[in-house]
C-alpha cells in the first residue's frame, strides 16, 4: 500500500503480529523512499445481510442515522453518537461473527441506548420492536426503572465499601 506521508505508491513490511486475540493483524510498514513507518491493522470485513439477499460492508454511519432520530431534542451529540456506533460494532465483532443479518443490528443497538438515553431507547425500542399499546411502553419503562434500581443498589453497596475501607488500625472503637 501506498506511504500516507508522501504517498510513495509501495511500502515495506517489517512487523506483523496479530492483535485483538487474534482477530486483527497489525503490520508495521516503512516507506522507501521517505523512511517514514506507519501501522496498517487488517481486519475480517463485518458484512451486513440485507433481507433482500444483498450483502453490503457494515457501516457506523448508517447505525448513527438510525439513531440519531430517536436522539432529536435529547442531550446526545455526534460524538455519543459514533461512540455508540462503535459499541455496536465492537459488540457484533466480539460474537465472532463476520456476518450479521440487517434486522439484528437493531437489537444490538438497543443496550448501549439505554445507558446512552433512556428516552431516545424508548423511542427507538417502540419503533424496533414494534410497540402496538401503551402496555408494551409500561413493560419497558418497568424494565428501565428495575435496571435503574439495580444500578443504585450497586452504588449503594460501593459506598458501603468506601465507607468501612477506612485507614488500617483499631477497629469497632
Ligand atoms: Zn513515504
Redesign the pocket.
Known amino acids: 500500500m501506498h506511504?500516507p506521508?508522501?504517498?510513495?505508491p509501495d511500502s515495506r513490511v517489517v512487523d506483523s503480529r496479530e492483535a485483538d486475540e487474534g482477530a486483527a493483524i497489525r503490520r508495521r510498514r516503512s516507506?522507501p523512499?521517505?523512511?517514514?513507518r506507519f501501522t496498517t491493522v487488517e481486519t475480517a470485513m463485518l458484512v451486513v445481510l440485507k433481507r433482500n439477499g444483498v450483502t453490503e460492508p457494515f457501516s457506523r454511519e448508517k447505525v448513527m442515522t438510525g439513531v440519531r432520530k430517536a436522539c432529536q431534542g435529547r442531550p446526545v451529540d455526534e460524538s455519543d453518537l459514533a461512540q455508540l456506533a462503535q459499541q455496536v460494532e465492537e459488540g457484533i465483532r466480539a460474537t465472532g461473527a463476520a456476518e450479521i443479518a440487517s434486522d439484528r443490528i437493531g437489537r444490538e443497538i438497543l443496550t448501549p441506548l439505554r445507558s446512552l438515553d433512556e428516552v431516545a431507547y424508548l423511542r427507538f425500542a417502540s419503533v424496533y420492536c414494534a410497540f402496538e399499546s401503551l402496555a408494551d411502553f409500561e413493560r419497558e419503562i418497568t424494565g428501565l426503572r428495575a435496571a435503574r434500581a439495580a444500578a443504585d443498589a450497586d452504588l449503594d453497596i460501593e459506598l458501603t465499601d468506601l465507607a468501612t475501607a477506612g485507614p488500617p488500625g483499631p477497629r469497632g472503637i
Not at 5 to 8: G, I, L, N, T
Not at 33 to 36: A, T, Y
Request: charged share 30%; net charge positive; aromatic share 10%.
Open positions: 506511504c506521508f508522501c504517498r510513495h516507506c523512499e521517505c523512511g517514514r
